[in-house]
């Protein structure tokens, strides 16, 4: 069994996150949609107020991966959510057991700091992630759709 670890991602681990994000993204089949920079990350994750927080996996004592999460809210519960925004391992270390630590070590701290919710999504078409969510309980959301402005829609939107 390959030791794993999970710790608080430094700000030292900037260049480390930003390439898994890159990784995961690829992955995705949408590289080309990732514009953020390891000074953008330092700020979001390290600066004076953050509210997105990282952790780093390691596998035997070397990163392999990595979850960035943040916090939500439901009025319906009246609790904070834990939200997952991106879990990526790296191939060569999938079937190690690390993504599976990564999201126990936050569903723990959700339950530990009285969330009512831990969740993210996951791409349709991801069918070896969604098997993988689906083997220890997770349920899809199947009737909310989600939906996003970003970009000119945005600024148009906004702007009004």
Not at 8 to 16: I, N
Not at 55 to 78: H, M, Q, R
Not at 141 to 148: L, S, V
Request: contains cysteine.
């Amino acid at each position: 069994m390959p030791a794993l670890t999970i710790r608080p991602a430094r700000p030292d681990d900037c260049p480390l996150i930003l390439r898994f994000v890159r990784d995961l993204a690829r992955y995705e089949k949408a590289l080309e949609e990732v514009t953020a920079t390891e000074q953008q990350l330092q700020a979001v994750l390290f600066g004076a107020r953050p509210r997105v927080y990282a952790l780093i996996g390691e596998v035997d004592g070397k990163p392999a991966g990595f979850a960035v999460y943040f916090y939500n809210f439901s009025t319906w519960l009246g609790r904070m959510g834990l939200y997952l925004e991106d879990l990526y391992v790296d191939p060569s270390s999938r079937g190690s057991g690390l993504g599976k630590a990564l999201l126990k070590h936050l569903a723990r701290q959700a339950v530990a700091e009285g969330c009512g919710r831990f969740e993210w999504n996951v791409l349709d078409w991801n069918q070896p992630a969604i098997s993988f969510y689906e083997s220890f309980g997770a349920q899809p959301q199947k009737e909310w759709t989600g939906y996003r402005l970003s970009g000119a829609a945005l600024r148009d939107f906004a702007a009004d």
